[in-house]
């Protein structure tokens, strides 16, 4: 997973916590985040449900600057040597929203999503779906690239936990 702020001094921005899996959003105005994963390790005719996973940090006390402006998700099938992080590519775009405030469901497009709160206190957000022929063996040389972008409008965002992208067979 690739956490690209706009400075160099990535520690002034992203905690990474005990576990080097996760990392702390402290406070950043661009939120770039970007994970990749072979398809070569999927199985064969499955349908695999791609979501961002995070919570809101507890220390932090609260969620900020996501309330009322979405986040952009993509996922797209790369090749290996050259893994698209091109933004004029075109890949699909969704909207969704990490924070959940009362006001913000009023004033949102119909196809805007939500987090759904999962059993073991994290929240996730089902970015999309991406299906597995019969010959996997043709995808060797492939990558999932999933995306999660706000740069459009640069406010200040903090508090979540970000675990990263997961995948799950959905069939």
């Known amino acids: 997973m690739f956490l690209l702020p706009p400075q160099s001094h990535v520690h002034l921005y992203w905690e990474v916590g005990m576990f080097p899996e996760v990392a702390s959003l402290i406070t950043v105005c661009w939120l770039d985040i970007i994970g990749n994963f072979h398809t070569k390790y999927l199985s064969p005719n499955t349908t695999y449900g791609v979501y961002f996973v995070y919570k809101e940090h507890p220390a932090i ?59 073991d206190g994290w929240l996730e957000v089902e970015m999309s779906k991406y299906r597995v022929g019969e010959n996997n063996g043709s995808n060797e040389r492939k990558v999932l690239e999933m995306r999660i972008k706000q740069t459009k409008q640069l406010i200040w965002k903090s508090g979540i936990i970000v675990y990263g992208f997961e995948l799950r067979p959905l069939d």
């Open 61 to 119: 006390g609260r969620c900020y600057g996501f309330e009322r402006t979405p986040v952009e998700a993509s996922v797209i099938e790369a090749n290996e040597e050259d893994p698209s992080t091109d933004d004029n590519n075109g890949p699909p775009v969704k909207n969704f929203y990490l924070k959940v405030a009362s006001y913000s469901r009023a004033a949102t497009r119909s196809d805007d999503q939500w987090p759904a709160q999962r059993n």
